[in-house]
């Protein structure tokens, strides 16, 4: 069983940048790829960016691209996301969570998700 914490969220100005941290518990963090989802007011939960479980592949939506890199740090049980030029429509709450694998937005299990962290983009 993996519990998630994420951390880092807040408001910022457009063309900032925020650095979002998952802390993950238990033992077997490094056997999951791992994903960060975003769900603005009114929409669907989307898919972020996904990492794979040695951080060697990685997964991009195209409107982050460029802006967004995702990465792990498996002896600290924790996966980041560096938001740079951060845009209005960046803003939402971000959950990370346990996925199948590093492209993929299928989460496993209902109690893999992250309680989310809030992300405010001013234009």
């Known amino acids: 069983q993996v519990q998630l914490v994420e951390s880092g969220g807040g408001l910022v100005q457009g063309g900032g940048s925020l650095r979002l941290s998952c802390a993950a518990s238990g033992r077997t963090f490094s056997s999951y790829a791992m994903g960060w989802f975003r769900q603005a007011p009114g929409k669907e939960r989307e898919f972020v960016a996904g990492?794979?479980?040695?951080?060697?592949?990685?997964y991009y939506t195209d409107s982050v691209k460029g802006r967004f890199t995702i990465s792990r740090d498996n002896a600290k049980n924790t996966v980041y996301m560096q938001m740079n030029s951060l845009k209005p429509e960046d803003t939402a709450v971000y959950y990370c969570?346990?996925?199948?694998?590093?492209?993929?937005?299928?989460?496993?299990?209902?109690?893999?998700w992250g309680q989310g962290t809030q992300v405010t983009v001013s234009s």
């Open positions: 990492i794979s479980i040695s951080g060697g592949s990685t």
């Open positions: 969570a346990v996925t199948l694998s590093y492209s993929s937005k299928r989460v496993p299990r209902d109690d893999y």
